[in-house]
């Protein structure tokens, strides 16, 4: 069975860093994109990274562009997020997700598998 297990989150304060991992076990997905997602409260979950199967392409919102750097580890079936400058609004629920369908990197249809999401708060 496929399961991705995230950890990393915690409160931290504006401006400070946390870095999020995500470890993918039940197959090898070495050939497939790696994605992270946030929801804040009362709003729809949205995009915040992507990287390509070969950690060459990467992808970024606008939001966090420049503050957050993704990165991945085939041989540990490992994506991270490294989340610096972290801002109030930075604060939600984080998923990651594997999948390389049609609409990838940003849309959620392109992922096949997901996470059960680590809480990132950041106090202002």
């Known amino acids: 069975q496929v399961q991705l297990v995230e950890s990393g989150g915690g409160l931290v304060q504006a401006g400070g860093s946390l870095r999020l991992s995500c470890a993918a076990s039940?197959?090898?997905?070495?050939?497939?994109?790696m994605g992270w997602f946030r929801q804040a409260p009362g709003k729809e979950r949205e995009f915040v990274s992507a990287i390509s199967w070969s950690g060459g392409s990467t992808y970024y919102a606008d939001s966090v562009k420049g503050r957050f750097t993704i990165s991945r580890d085939n041989a540990k079936n490992t994506v991270y997020l490294q989340m610096n400058s972290l801002k109030p609004e930075d604060t939600a629920v984080y998923y990651c997700?594997?999948?390389?369908?049609?609409?990838?990197?940003?849309?959620?249809?392109?992922?096949?598998?997901w996470g059960q999401g680590t809480q990132v708060t950041v106090s202002s």
């Open positions: 997700a594997v999948g390389y369908s049609s609409g990838w990197p940003k849309q959620q249809r392109a992922y096949d598998y």
């Open positions: 039940g197959r090898t997905f070495s050939r497939y994109g």
